[in-house]
């Protein structure tokens, strides 16, 4: 992986403070602009189109996880592991908790017990580095703004993972999306939008994929082309842990998250 410095004049952010600490690079924010403002998040940033570059194998380990929400408990003891090239499956009723395990990969939802861990090629990987470097989450919500166009949302979400702008072209060409990008996000369908968010996978390549409902929007034709396209990802080592109701469309372990609807 290799770092630049991030953007330290006032470019077009809204104040000096701000512009001092960006992490976007060209990507400036602006009042004039309809963009995302930056986060801080330190002093360096991932050059783009270097995050897989050297990255190794990503092994995932679970160990005795357990997850709280408010009063409820929705699982604990639970124990996993994906080695390089293997999908599992996140089976279980409605509310079981197979969203909020994914978030708690994540990084988003702290665990009430239990160790979350990433392993590169043998060795243990700062969970933080796993998970702002090696980790894509595809949520329910494909958090795309629906003012701005489908072009403009890839790439932004591209960019800020440290994608090349270079792939975008071939994972609209994969998914099918050639003759949308130039429509407002909220004139996409619910089939459209999540091929959207699918494409972030291969344009910004990461080796840990976590997908939670990622074909329920998709017709049976875009089903099977998906599938295609988790299975290329194994091919080449990554890792798959999607939250389900219906099976796979690839070979896959299954997990049963416990809890009740």
């Known amino acids: 992986i290799r770092l630049r410095d991030r ?14 600490k960006a992490c976007c690079g ?12 930056c986060i801080p998040v ?23 996880l357990a997850v709280r929400r408010g009063e409820r408990r929705l699982f604990d003891g639970l124990n ?35 160790i979350v861990r990433f392993e590169r090629d043998g060795q243990d ?3 933080e580095v796993a998970r702002t470097r090696h980790l894509h ?13 489908a072009r403009d949302e890839l790439a932004f979400q591209v ?3 440290g994608g090349d702008p270079g792939g975008i072209d071939d994972a609209v060409r994969a998914l099918g999306l050639e003759g949308l990008m130039d429509l407002e996000v909220r004139r996409l369908s619910a ?18 994929w976590l997908l939670d409902e990622p074909l329920s929007p998709l017709d049976a034709r875009w089903r099977a082309e998906v599938g295609q396209l988790m299975q290329a990802h194994l091919a080449g080592g990554g890792i798959l842990l999607a939250a389900v109701h219906d099976p796979l469309p690839i070979p896959a372990r299954t997990c049963e998250v416990g809890g009740t609807a």
């Open 42 to 64: 330190g002093v360096m940033d991932i050059e783009s189109g270097s995050q897989n570059a050297g990255a190794g194998m990503i092994r995932l380990t679970l160990d005795g």
């Open 7 to 20: 953007a330290t004049d006032a470019g077009a952010h809204r104040s000096p403070a701000r512009a001092a």
């Open 26 to 37: 060209s990507r400036r924010y602006s009042a004039r602009l309809r963009a995302r403002p």
């Open 159 to 161: 960019g800020w993972c």
């Open 191 to 208: 089939g459209q939008r999540r091929r959207l968010a699918l494409a972030r996978l291969l344009a910004a390549p990461r080796p840990v």
């Open 80 to 114: 996993l592991t994906l080695d390089p090239g293997e999908a599992v499956a996140l089976t279980g009723a409605n509310g079981a908790g197979k969203s909020s395990l994914l978030r708690a990969i994540a990084g988003l939802l702290t665990p009430e017990a239990g």
């Open 125 to 127: 990987l700062e969970p």
């Open 137 to 149: 989450l595809i949520g329910h919500q494909d958090g795309f703004r629906s003012g701005r166009t």
